[in-house]
T-cell receptor, first 113, second 117 residues
């Protein structure tokens, strides 16, 4: 069975700090990986996705993520966070076999002005 | 990008009543829609996969007689929580896929907050 782990439950940073949120997955087959963001009171939005090719993917709002197959990881990064990045971040894995998305438990990011 | 709407955004009902939640793809046709449930401070848990014109596929542990899903058209799927109880209170989110099998990306609706008194 596939699973996604996000070990950081709540991260608090000051503006301009660098960010790295961890995401590890468990699945033996071909995967597609996603990071979604949920701003307070809003719906899930896609930040970025990895399907194949360059393991370093760039998304919206200055976010990027690196797929490291040997570590089963897909960590999200941003060099300098802003107050507006305060949100819940979810890592997700798509399994081609059953067409399902499996989400991690989410990381709440709080940016202090 | 593709837009998915949900209605209502918030509903409060008495225990024992049924509640219907609509999920619409506004600018694309969605042969497949998904229903998720999100508990406070937890992740999204897939409840069922809804395919237009056929029966929904429910995840293990999800009661199909309690959570009725109908996907009658390519732009509308409905989730009916029958005989709702306080433990059904949750945030229900739908998503839709713009295309058939092999299309990966899902677009999410804004969610429906259900409170059962």
């Amino acid at each position: 069975a596939q699973s996604v782990s996000q070990h950081n439950h709540h991260v608090i940073l000051s503006e301009a700090a660098s960010l790295e949120l961890g995401c590890n997955y468990s699945y033996g087959g071909t995967v597609n990986l996603f990071w979604y963001v949920q701003y307070p009171g809003q719906h899930l939005q896609l930040l970025l996705k990895y399907f194949s090719g360059d393991p370093l993917v760039k998304g919206i709002k200055g976010f990027e993520a690196e797929f490291i197959k040997s570590k089963f990881s897909f960590n999200l990064r941003k060099p300098s966070v802003q107050w507006s990045d305060t949100a819940e971040y979810f890592c997700a894995l798509h399994n081609f076999g059953n067409e399902k998305l499996t989400f991690g438990t989410g990381t709440r990011l709080t940016i202090i002005p | 990008g593709a837009v998915v709407s949900q209605h209502p955004s918030r509903v409060i009902c008495k225990s024992g009543t049924s509640v219907k939640i609509e999920c619409r793809s506004l600018d694309f046709q969605a042969t497949t829609m998904f229903w998720y449930r999100q508990f406070p401070k937890q992740s999204l848990m897939l409840m069922a996969t809804s395919n237009e014109g056929s029966k929904a596929t429910y995840e293990q542990g999800v009661e199909k007689d309690k959570f009725l899903i109908n996907h009658a058209s390519l732009t509308l799927s409905t989730l009916t929580v029958t005989s709702a109880h306080p433990e059904d209170s949750s945030f229900y989110i739908c998503s839709a896929r713009d295309g058939g099998a092999g299309v990966v990306e899902q677009f999410f609706g804004p969610g429906t907050r259900l409170t059962v008194l």
